[in-house]
């Protein structure tokens, strides 16, 4: 099953900036609210009979932190302004904490043979660019939102989620809970 570890995010206003951005005449693929989320490690493919190391996992790398609070500010672009492929809400208050969570599961999960990530920079994916179609408007919904406060969500648990792609989107199902605290 394909498979991966994240944070639901629960957020009005970024669920608001959703909607926005799929009024605007850019080609963009949002993603719907329900399913936002940070991936804190994407897995791939794994075996059904992986479920229960990789949970272990989750449960020894997440035992010490506790529920806390992720502001979200700021909306921008990967790579870049100039080609556009994936749009963004970024974290501020709590980023270093998510970062810390990223690391820990890393180090554990290093232990059944999945590959480090080099880079992690934690962002809730709103959209995702499919062509320049709109490139302009598009460049602009972002440069209005740069400076956005989209305010706070809850930290309070971690998911192992499994994802079945359909020709209309990607259907995530929770097939683990990690709770904090």
Request: glycine share 6%.
């Amino acid at each position: 099953m394909r498979s991966f570890i994240a944070v639901d995010i629960k957020n009005e206003k970024v669920e608001a900036a959703v909607e926005e951005l799929k009024k605007i005449k850019a080609d963009v693929k949002t993603v719907e609210p329900q399913n936002l989320h940070l991936t804190l490690k994407f897995l791939g493919e794994i075996p059904e009979d992986a479920v229960e190391k990789i949970y272990a996992a989750m449960q020894l790398s997440l035992k010490f932190f506790q529920p806390f609070s992720v502001s979200l500010q700021s909306l921008g672009v990967f790579p870049s302004l100039k080609y556009m492929r994936v749009v963004w809400v970024g974290f501020k208050e709590g980023r270093e904490k998510l970062i810390e969570m990223q690391r820990s599961l890393e180090s554990n999960l290093r232990e059944l043979n999945f590959k480090p990530e080099n880079r992690f920079d934690p962002h809730l994916t709103i959209g995702r660019v499919k062509s320049q179609r709109g490139k302009e408007e598009l460049k602009n919904f972002v440069l209005s939102h740069a400076d956005t406060d989209f305010g706070n969500a809850a930290v309070d648990k971690v998911e192992l989620k499994k994802s079945a792609l359909t020709p209309k989107g990607p259907i995530y199902s929770t097939v683990r809970v990690v709770g904090l605290g």
